[in-house]
């Protein structure tokens, strides 16, 4: 007999799934004290605190969103962070540690 698998099924499965990846996250596991370097780098710079972002222009002069939009205008890249978040202050913490 053949199981079809419900929609019901998949969401359970998902939802497990990512559970199971936020556990495995460094901040998740470790002491602050114990992050490393190479963590607290990736926690402020690719994390649920801090994503990478770019931003388009269009030239001056043109309006709407034609088939020559976003050519020809400025691209900038930045990063977003939530500075006030707790894992984001006592990675800054880490950081001011290692200097002194």
């Known amino acids: 007999m ?6 019901r099924e998949i969401l359970l499965c998902a939802v497990t799934l990512r559970v ?13 004290s114990e992050w490393s370097a190479d963590e607290v780098d990736r926690m402020i710079t690719k994390s649920p605190w801090a994503k990478e972002i770019t931003v388009s ?5 043109q309006r709407g969103g034609g088939p020559s939009a976003g050519k020809g205008g400025a691209q900038f890249n930045g990063l977003v962070r939530w500075e006030s978040a707790k894992p984001v202050l006592l990675g800054n913490l880490f950081i001011l540690d290692a200097d002194r």
Not at 2 to 7: A, F
Not at 20 to 32: G, L, Q
Not at 57 to 61: I, K, N, Y
Request: glycine share 4%; charged share 25%.
């Open 20 to 32: 199971y990846a936020a556990d495995s996250e460094f901040w998740n596991r470790k002491d602050p």
């Open 57 to 61: 222009t269009q030239p001056s002069g």
């Open 2 to 7: 053949i199981h079809l698998v419900t929609r």
